[in-house]
C-alpha cells in the first residue's frame, strides 16, 4: 500500500533474519470458504470515488472461478463478517495493467485484516503487502499497530507506517520489479500462495510456504479483512479462513 508515503526509519527497515522453513501452521478447524468461484455474496466492495456496494465499472468481478480485480480505481471488497484467531490462505497472480496514480510503478495491492472503523481508503488495519519486490511488509495503517524484531511500531490517523518483511533487499518503485536478493513471488503471471496465522495478537505472513514477517501486540486484534485494488490489474482465488483450534 502507498497512497500513504510515511515510513518507519530505523531497526524496522532492517533485513532481520534470513527466510524460515516451510509454513509452520497451527492446528485449525474446516475451512470457511469467503470466496466460492460463484460470487462475492460473503464481501461488500468499496471505492473511493462511489463509495459503498457501487461499482458502475465492475473493477471487482468474478470470472471463471477467479475475482478479476482491474486496479483502476483505488478500493477494495470487505468480507461482511469480523474474525478473529484464524488461518487464512489466499491465492494472486498479477496481471498485465497499472493504472493512475501508480501507472508505471510497481504493480500494488494487499490483504488488510484486523480492519476496524469507516470504510475509507484506508482503514484502521494491518495491511499484509501485496507488491512487486515487496510482498510479506507489513503496513500499519490509520491507528494500526504491532510489536516486531522488538520495536514497537504505530501508523497515526490517517497515515501508515512499514514493516519490511525478513530477508529483503533493495526496492524500486517500478512496474516488474524482482527482489535481486530475497525475491519470494514467483514469476509475474504463475500463483503465488499467501498464509496468515492470527493467534490472539500474534501474526504471521507467509509466501509461498516462507515465513516473511511475524509480530505480537497487535492493534487491532480481530476485525474484518479486505483485499484491495490499488492501481494494478490482479487476481484472487482460493480464499479460505479456518479457525485455530483452542
Not at 94 to 117: C, F, K, N
Not at 177 to 189: H, I, L, S
Not at 212 to 235: D, H, R, T
Not at 238 to 243: E, G, M, Q
Request: aromatic residues 10%; glycine residues 12%; proline residues 7%.
Amino acid at each position: 500500500m502507498h497512497a500513504f508515503t510515511r515510513c518507519l526509519a530505523g531497526p524496522l527497515f532492517l533485513a532481520a533474519a534470513a527466510l524460515a522453513g516451510d509454513a509452520d501452521i497451527p492446528p485449525h478447524g474446516p475451512p470457511l470458504t469467503l470466496f466460492d468461484g460463484a460470487n462475492l455474496d460473503r464481501f461488500d466492495t468499496f471505492l473511493k470515488t462511489t463509495g459503498l456496494n457501487r461499482d458502475p465499472g465492475r473493477v471487482f468481478r468474478v470470472e471463471d472461478g477467479v475475482i478479476h480485480v482491474s486496479g483502476k480505481e483505488f478500493g477494495y471488497i470487505i468480507t461482511k463478517q469480523e474474525f478473529a484467531n484464524y488461518y487464512l490462505s489466499a491465492e494472486f497472480k498479477w496481471g498485465e495493467g497499472t493504472y493512475p496514480p501508480r501507472e508505471g510503478q510497481a504493480r500494488d495491492s494487499g490483504i488488510l485484516y484486523h480492519v476496524r472503523g469507516p470504510q475509507k481508503v484506508w482503514p484502521t488495519s494491518i495491511e499484509f503487502q501485496i507488491q512487486e519486490g515487496c510482498t510479506g511488509d507489513f503496513w500499519l495503517t490509520d491507528g494500526g499497530a504491532l510489536t516486531s524484531r522488538g520495536n514497537r511500531a504505530a501508523g497515526p490517523p490517517g497515515q501508515a507506517v512499514r514493516i519490511d518483511r525478513l530477508g529483503k533487499g533493495p526496492w524500486k518503485d517500478v512496474a516488474g520489479y524482482r527482489d535481486p536478493t530475497g525475491e519470494v513471488e514467483k514469476p509475474r503471471g504463475e500463483w503465488n500462495l499467501l498464509e496468515l496465522v492470527a493467534a490472539g495478537d500474534r501474526v504471521r505472513q507467509y509466501v509461498n510456504g516462507k515465513l516473511v514477517n511475524e509480530g505480537s501486540e497487535a492493534y487491532p486484534s480481530s476485525g474484518k479483512i479486505l483485499f484491495q485494488s490499488e492501481g494494478a490489474e490482479i487476481f484472487f482465488r482460493n480464499i479460505r479462513l479456518s479457525p485455530l483450534k483452542p
